[in-house]
Structures are given as structure tokens and as C-alpha cells.
């Protein structure tokens, strides 16, 4: 049922809303363990695996071996004081601890809460677009994931396998029933946007011997690909390039950041493939109006 006929029911609308929004606050706290955890989980794991390689298994940091997503428990990084139920409450914990620990008192980063009430607009306006219904709910997954991936890269400079590739098979799936493109579109899309910037890549190399972007950039493109259909392409590397040159001479300008510092790229790909999901027809019509008008 789309959610426009359940607001019309004025009972309803609070509740409907109330609950969206509440369920994207509560799956933007999951996403802020996700983005803090994955990465250090897969470099525990990377360590580990090359201390076995190298058969140096006595300096194992055994310790720490059951840091994942789940485990341990949720805890203050500085005290290591446990984090109580009611002290993980999205944003409004937040406002009542006043930005600070309940245990040693130092600042909670301003991101978190952030992260919390972006997911949960983004996933209000992702339902509120598709309805309640399947469609609405793969829109917000691949919402989630792109919050995930770019606030780790922004991090790391990691775009994980773990949640690029899932992506990219849930695109493949949705559209094998024609959900958002046809499955020939989606296909062509992923295989399209992995090849793009992988010979982009190597061109780059050749000529100046050194890497332009990360694997994780193909696979981030493949899967957006894979969602929106390789016609959607060129305009998402249009919009990430175009953000990304202005946030980057920004950067070099404003804040005298050294140019030879790497910058993520998988935020701009990110960004500019959310806003080319919902609005690239209407942009490149836009264009296209706007070029024979000229």
C-alpha cells in the first residue's frame, strides 16, 4: 500500500511516521557499530592471517580475538565502561548525556548521533518514495549501505567486500524481476561499472606508476550498476567526479590540505549514485532540454 493513501488516514499518519523514522534511527545506531567495528574486525583478521603465513602464531594478539560486529559489547573506547540499554537510546541519549560518557565523561563524537538521524530521514524518504513494500524496503538496504560504505572509506580509505559485493548481488536479484531496471540493464550495469573505472585504473598506472583509486571503487560502481542499469552510469561518474574535484580543491584551498594525500573516492560514488537512483531521469532530461534549448 503506498504510504501516501496511509497518511491520508489522519489515526494512522503519526503512527506510520513515527514508526519509520524510529525503525531508521534504530538501524542507524546498528550502522554506526558497522562502521566503527567491520573495519578493525578485518584488521584483526588481516593481522592474524599474516602471522600465520609467516608462522609467527606466539606474538598472536589473542586478546582481542572475538572482536566483531557482535562482540564484545557496546563500550565506551576510553574508559571501556559498558554501555547500558537505556544509554544507547538514538539521539536521545545523546541530548541526555549531554555528548559525553556517564562513566569518565569524555566527548561522544557529534558523527553518531548524525549518522543516526540521517539514516532515519533517508530511510523516511525512501519509504515515503516507494511505499510500504518491497521495493521501499531494497531502496533502504541500499541506502543503508551506501551510509555504511561511505563513512568508512572516509575513515579507512576501505570499501569493504563484505558489504559492496552483498550489494551488488541484492541489485542483481531485485532486478532479475525487473523491480527497478530490466535484468539486462543491470547486468550490463554491473559488468560496466567494474570494468569503467578497472581500466581507468590501470590506464593511470601505466602512465604515472601509481594507483589511482582502490578495487573497492569497481566493485562500489558494479553494484550501483547493477541497481540502477548501465544507463545511469555516465551520470554517476559525471556527479561523483564533479563533487569530488570541488571537495577536493576546497580542501587543498580552504583547509591547505597537501594535494599528493590521497582522497576516498567511494563517498562521491556513493552520493552521487544515491541522488541518480531517484532523480537521474529527471537530471539528464534536464540536460538534455537544457543542450537543445542551447
Known amino acids: 500500500m503506498p504510504i501516501t493513501e496511509l497518511l491520508q488516514t489522519p489515526s494512522l499518519m503519526l503512527g506510520v511516521i513515527f514508526f519509520i523514522l524510529s525503525f531508521g534511527l534504530i538501524v542507524g545506531s546498528f550502522l554506526n557499530v558497522v562502521i566503527y ?32 560486529i557482535a562482540f564484545p559489547a557496546s563500550h565506551c573506547p576510553k574508559c571501556k565502561a559498558k554501555v547500558q540499554p537505556w544509554q544507547n537510546i538514538p539521539i536521545l541519549s545523546y541530548i541526555l548525556l549531554k555528548g559525553r560518557c556517564a562513566s569518565c565523561k569524555s566527548p561522544i563524537a557529534i558523527r553518531y548521533p548524525l ?20 521495493e521501499g524496503l531494497l531502496v533502504a ?26 550489494l551488488l548481488w541484492l541489485g ?20 560496466a561499472g567494474y570494468l569503467s573505472l ?15 583509486m582502490g578495487f573497492g571503487d569497481f566493485k562500489l560502481l558494479a553494484a ?23 571537495i577536493g580543491i576546497a ?15 567511494g563517498p562521491y560514488l556513493a552520493i552521487a549514485g544515491w541522488i541518480a ?16 534549448v542551447g
Open 224 to 246: 550501483l550498476g547493477a541497481w540502477m542499469g548501465w544507463q545511469m552510469l555516465p551520470l554517476v561518474i559525471i556527479l561523483s567526479s564533479l563533487v569530488g574535484a570541488v
Open 251 to 265: 580542501g587543498i584551498l580552504i583547509q591547505g590540505r597537501d594535494k599528493n594525500v590521497p582522497i576516498p573516492f
Open 115 to 134: 549518522v543516526e538521524l540521517a539514516t532515519g530521514l533517508l530511510t523516511g524518504f525512501c519509504f515515503y518514495s516507494y511505499g510500504l513494500s518491497l
Open 37 to 68: 567495528r567491520l573495519p578493525l574486525s578485518m584488521l584483526q583478521s588481516w593481522k592474524r592471517e599474516c602471522e600465520e603465513f609467516l608462522e609467527n602464531n606466539s606474538e598472536l594478539d589473542t586478546s582481542t580475538t572475538t572482536f566483531n
Open 172 to 191: 542483481l536479484l531485485a532486478n532479475s524481476g525487473g523491480l527497478f531496471v530490466d535484468l539486462h540493464s543491470a547486468l550490463y550495469g554491473a559488468a
Open 198 to 212: 578497472w581500466s581507468v585504473y590501470w590506464v593511470f598506472k601505466m602512465l604515472t606508476g601509481k594507483e589511482g
Open 141 to 166: 538496504v541500499f541506502t543503508w549501505c551506501l551510509i555504511s560504505l561511505t563513512m568508512i572509506d572516509i575513515d579507512h580509505k576501505l570499501l569493504p567486500d563484505t558489504i559492496t559485493l552483498p
Open 277 to 292: 537512483f531517484f532523480w537521474g531521469d529527471k537530471i539528464t532530461q534536464a540536460y538534455l532540454q537544457f543542450a537543445k
